[in-house]
């Protein structure tokens, strides 16, 4: 996970970024403050909004907040969904988080979708609750910049976007290790699903979703945006010129072996090994390396391999 400390330093900043519209929405309008309780689906701003349960006992609601947010809560129920998204989406999009995840039993932390022609139901895993999704071999595996996932790849009868008791594909990316914030190009999994030979058919659907499978109860605090590559690039490079601090370094915590550990900036290039850390006041350490103290430059600690 070779970005996680450079995200959790520019994820406030990238959420504040405006969101890529491409879709017309349809049902009810939405504002920010909204409370949905009950199947509906509509739009709120430049994002698609939907909450689907699967049965009138199911017990849930969905508050909307700014741009992408939304916070979610539930109780037992049979199935329950929260989402927001664009219509019809494209493979490239990056999607950017930080949830505040709390299920209790069956769950997941996802990017969610669906393709048509043919009809197809995916899910991109960040996190789960108590069993891991989805339960069968994998296909195979792949790795990006954001981690390592595995393939799954399923047939399954129910509730679709084109009617109940319909039988469709589900593909599944999902981590290896869970994680609750970061950025997802959803790109690199529709590529590696076609590695797999899987069929990727016509864009209906990119969304975040919070769902619930008979589970116990639970609750998410999410805020998300949805960009485009050239958008989520771009902005990377307007903030490696900002910087944090005097000589424009990143400023992040260290991990205890970071001598052992290797440094890359902001698009995921190694550039080289710490070789020194200088306290800042009322701050954490500042990562230099012996070149000009990487002025304009952000570095970051990946997960050791």
């Given at each position: 996970?070779?970005?996680?400390?450079?995200?959790?330093?520019?994820?406030?900043?990238?959420?504040?970024?405006?969101?890529?519209?491409?879709?017309?929405?349809?049902?009810?309008?939405?504002?920010?403050?909204?409370?949905?309780?009950?199947?509906?689906?509509?739009?709120?701003?430049?994002?698609?909004?939907?909450?689907?349960?699967?049965?009138?006992?199911?017990?849930?609601?969905?508050?909307l907040?700014?741009?992408?947010?939304?916070?979610?809560?539930?109780?037992?129920?049979?199935?329950?969904?929260?989402?927001?998204?664009?219509?019809?989406?494209?493979?490239?999009?990056?999607?950017?988080?930080?949830?505040?995840?709390?299920?209790?039993?069956?769950?997941?932390?996802?990017?969610?979708?669906?393709f048509?022609?043919?009809?197809?139901e995916?899910?991109?895993?960040?996190s789960?609750?108590?069993?891991?999704p989805?339960?069968?071999?994998?296909?195979?595996?792949?790795?990006?910049?954001?981690g390592?996932?595995?393939?799954?790849?399923?047939?399954?009868?129910?509730?679709?976007?084109?009617?109940?008791?319909?039988?469709?594909?589900?593909?599944?990316?999902?981590?290896?290790?869970?994680?609750?914030e970061?950025?997802?190009?959803?790109?690199?999994?529709?590529?590696?699903?076609?590695?797999?030979?899987?069929?990727?058919?016509?864009?209906y659907?990119?969304?975040?979703?919070?769902?619930?499978?008979?589970?116990?109860?639970?609750?998410?605090?999410?805020?998300?945006?949805?960009?485009?590559?050239?958008?989520?690039?771009?902005?990377?490079?307007?903030?490696?010129?900002?910087?944090?601090?005097?000589?424009?370094?990143?400023?992040?915590?260290?991990?205890?072996?970071?001598?052992?550990?290797?440094?890359?900036?902001?698009?995921?290039?190694?550039?080289?090994?710490?070789?020194?850390?200088?306290?800042?006041?009322?701050?954490?350490s500042?990562?230099?390396?012996?070149?000009?103290?990487?002025?304009?430059?952000?570095?970051?600690?990946?997960?050791?391999?």
């Amino acid at each position: 996970m070779r970005l996680s400390y450079y995200i959790a330093a520019c994820l406030p900043l990238l959420l504040s970024l405006p969101v890529f519209s491409q879709w017309g929405g349809w049902g009810s309008s939405y504002n920010t403050g909204s409370v949905i309780s009950s199947n509906g689906s509509g739009t709120q701003g430049d994002y698609h909004v939907e909450f689907w349960q699967q049965s009138s006992g199911d017990i849930g609601s969905m508050t909307l907040g700014e741009g992408g947010d939304f916070n979610c809560q539930w109780e037992y129920n049979d199935n329950i969904l929260f989402r927001k998204g664009v219509r019809p989406g494209s493979s490239d999009l990056v999607v950017v988080y930080d949830a505040d995840y709390n299920p209790q039993g069956n769950s997941y932390l996802c990017v969610y979708g669906w393709f048509k022609n043919p009809l197809v139901e995916y899910y991109i895993i960040e996190s789960w609750g108590t069993w891991k999704p989805p339960g069968q071999p994998k296909k195979s595996s792949f790795e990006t910049e954001e981690g390592k996932y595995d393939i799954f790849e399923n047939t399954r009868n129910g509730a679709s976007i084109e009617g109940d008791n319909v039988t469709f594909q589900q593909y599944w990316s999902v981590r290896t290790e869970r994680r609750t914030e970061g950025a997802i190009t959803v790109g690199d999994h529709f590529q590696a699903w076609k590695s797999a030979g899987m069929n990727i058919g016509s864009f209906y659907e990119v969304a975040f979703n919070v769902e619930a499978y008979r589970s116990g109860g639970g609750s998410a605090d999410v805020k998300m945006q949805i960009m485009t590559k050239n958008e989520y690039e771009e902005y990377i490079g307007t903030g490696i010129g900002r910087g944090f601090g005097s000589n424009k370094t990143a400023i992040i915590p260290l991990q205890n072996n970071y001598k052992s550990s290797m440094l890359y900036n902001a698009l995921g290039q190694k550039i080289a090994g710490i070789s020194e850390r200088e306290p800042v006041r009322g701050l954490n350490s500042v990562l230099l390396n012996n070149a000009n103290k990487a002025s304009n430059v952000y570095f970051i600690i990946p997960e050791k391999r």
